[in-house]
C-alpha cells in the first residue's frame, strides 16, 4: 500500500460524502468530519512510511503488569 | 439522530452471534492449554462468571431503558466526569473492534489465503462493515438475522458429521489435578466473550420491548454459550486436550477431520463461513456501538459524520496494536482480562452504584 493509494481513497471519502458535506451536516459536523479525516489519514500515512506508532496494547501492558503477573504464575502451573 | 427499532428477537440473535464471534474458533485452545480435558467445565465455569456480568449490564439497562451507557453516564456524572467515564469505556472498544479486524485478517492470511496481504483482507472488511454501518443498526440485525440460521445450520452439521469421531475417554479424567486448572482456564473465558457484552448496553435502547430484550439478551448469551461449550466438547472428544491446545483453531481443523464413509469429506469451509459471519456481526456491532458512543460524546446529529475516519484509524490500529498473532493471543490471556474486568465490570458496577443512589436521594 502506498501513501498514493491513501489519497486517492481519501479523495474517494471525500466526494462519496459530498451530498452529506453540502446539504446535510452542520458547520461542526463538518469540522469533525475533515479533523479526523485528516488524523485517519495522518496516521495511515505514518504506518505506510513505517514511523513508530504508540501501541496502546504495550502501554496498558505496562500499567496492568503487576495486577496480570500473579495470575498469570498461577495459570501457567498448569500449562 | 434516527430513531432506530429492531425487535427482541433481532437483538437475541445479534447477542448470539457476538457471544459465538471469534470466540467459537478461539477460545477451545485457550481452554484446554490450562484446563485439559476439563476444558469443558471449564467453559462452563466461564458461563457462570459471564451470567454475573450480565446480571449487571441487565441492571444498568433497567436504570434508564431509553439511554445507552454514554448518555447515562452524562446524566449521573454530568458532562465532564461522565464525558470521562465513557472515553474509558469507548476506548477499549476501539482496541476490541481493531482487535476482530485483526482475528478476521489473520485467519484469512494463515489458513485460506496465504499469499494475500493481510491489510487487504483488513480493507475488504472495512469497506463492507462501513457500508453496513452507514445503513444502519435495522439493516445490521435484519442481515444478521438472515445469516443466523447458516450459521447454526453448519455448526450442527460439524457437530452430527464428529459425532463418529469422537472418543470419551479424551474427556478424561476430570478434576485430576482439583478445581485449580478449571478456574484458572476460565479466568481469561471471562474477559472474552462476557465483558465485551457490555456494548448492548449501547443498543438497549434501540430495542422495541425493553423489559423483554433484557430477559433474551440472559437467554442469547446462555444458548450461546452451551454453544461453544459443545464446541470444546467435540475438539476434546476428537483432537484430544494436547492437540486441541497446540492449535491456533482447533475448531477450523475439526472440519478438517469430517469423513463420512469415504464421501462427505473436509467440511472446514462450513466452519470458515460460519466462524466468520459470527465475528463480521462482532465486529459491526462493536464498530456500531464505538460510533455511537462517539457521536453522543461529540452530539453530533449524524453518525456517518465519523464512519469513514474511524475505518482509517481501525485500519491503522489493527496493524499496530496486534504487530502479529502469537503477540495478540498472547496479549488475550495475559493482559486482557484484568484491563477488561476493570473498564467492563468495576467502572460500570461503580457507574451502577452511584446511579442507583442518586435515584434514591432523589426520590
Not at chain 2, 108 to 115: G, S
Not at chain 2, 173 to 201: D, E, M, R
Not at chain 2, 288 to 311: C, E, H, R, S
Request: proline share 5%; with cysteine.
Amino acid at each position: 500500500m502506498s501513501i498514493l493509494w491513501i489519497l486517492l481513497v481519501t479523495a474517494f471519502v471525500i466526494l462519496l460524502e459530498k451530498p452529506n458535506i453540502s446539504k446535510r451536516w452542520n458547520k461542526k459536523e463538518k469540522i469533525i468530519f475533515f479533523v479526523s479525516l485528516l488524523l485517519g489519514i495522518g496516521l495511515a500515512i505514518a504506518w505506510v512510511l513505517q514511523v513508530d506508532l504508540i501501541n496502546p496494547m504495550e502501554v496498558i501492558t505496562e500499567w496492568y503488569r503487576p495486577i496480570s503477573e500473579p495470575f498469570i504464575s498461577y495459570m501457567n502451573q498448569f500449562k | 439522530m434516527e430513531t432506530v427499532n429492531i425487535s427482541v428477537r433481532q437483538f437475541t440473535i445479534l447477542v448470539i452471534m457476538y457471544t459465538w464471534g471469534s470466540a467459537v474458533l478461539l477460545i477451545p485452545a485457550g481452554l484446554a492449554s490450562i484446563a485439559k480435558s476439563n476444558a469443558w467445565i471449564s467453559s462452563l465455569v466461564g458461563l457462570l462468571f459471564g451470567l454475573v456480568l450480565v446480571l449487571l449490564y441487565m441492571k444498568i439497562a433497567a436504570i434508564y431503558p431509553e439511554k445507552t451507557f454514554v448518555e447515562l453516564n452524562r446524566i449521573v456524572f454530568g458532562r465532564w466526569i461522565g464525558t470521562i467515564i465513557s472515553i474509558l469505556f469507548l476506548f477499549p472498544i476501539f482496541l476490541l473492534s481493531a482487535g476482530i479486524l485483526r482475528e478476521i485478517g489473520e485467519f484469512f492470511t494463515t489458513q485460506v489465503m496465504i499469499e494475500t496481504p493481510i491489510h487487504a483482507i483488513h480493507i475488504l472488511t472495512l469497506i463492507v462493515a462501513i457500508y453496513c454501518i452507514r445503513a444502519g443498526l435495522e439493516v445490521i440485525s435484519r442481515t444478521c438475522e438472515i445469516f443466523f440460521p447458516w450459521t447454526v445450520l453448519f455448526l450442527i452439521v460439524l457437530v452430527i458429521f464428529l459425532l463418529p469421531e469422537m472418543k470419551i475417554e479424551n474427556l478424561q479424567p476430570n478434576f485430576a489435578k482439583g478445581f485449580g486448572p478449571i478456574l484458572g482456564a476460565a479466568y481469561p473465558y471471562i474477559s472474552i466473550p462476557y465483558c465485551q457484552l457490555i456494548v448492548f448496553l449501547m443498543i438497549f435502547p434501540n430495542v422495541n420491548n425493553a423489559p423483554k430484550a433484557r430477559k433474551f439478551f440472559f437467554f442469547g448469551v446462555i444458548i450461546a454459550s452451551l454453544g461453544i461449550t459443545l464446541i470444546t466438547i467435540m475438539c476434546l472428544g476428537v483432537l484430544g486436550d494436547d492437540f486441541t491446545s497446540r492449535n491456533m483453531y482447533p475448531t477450523y481443523v475439526l472440519g478438517k477431520m469430517v469423513n463420512i464413509g469415504g464421501f462427505i469429506e473436509r467440511v472446514e469451509v462450513l466452519v470458515a463461513i460460519s466462524w466468520i459471519l459470527s465475528t463480521f456481526f462482532k465486529f459491526l456491532v462493536s464498530c456500531y456501538a464505538l460510533l455511537l458512543g462517539m457521536t453522543q460524546i461529540l452530539k453530533l446529529n449524524d453518525m456517518k459524520v465519523l464512519v469513514f475516519p474511524l475505518g482509517f484509524l481501525l485500519l491503522v490500529y489493527s496493524m499496530v496494536s496486534y504487530p502479529n498473532i502469537v503477540y495478540y493471543k498472547e496479549i488475550i490471556y495475559l493482559m486482557w482480562t484484568p484491563y477488561a474486568l476493570t473498564v467492563f465490570f468495576l467502572l460500570p458496577l461503580f457507574v451502577l452504584t452511584v446511579a442507583i443512589v442518586k435515584t434514591k436521594i432523589s426520590s
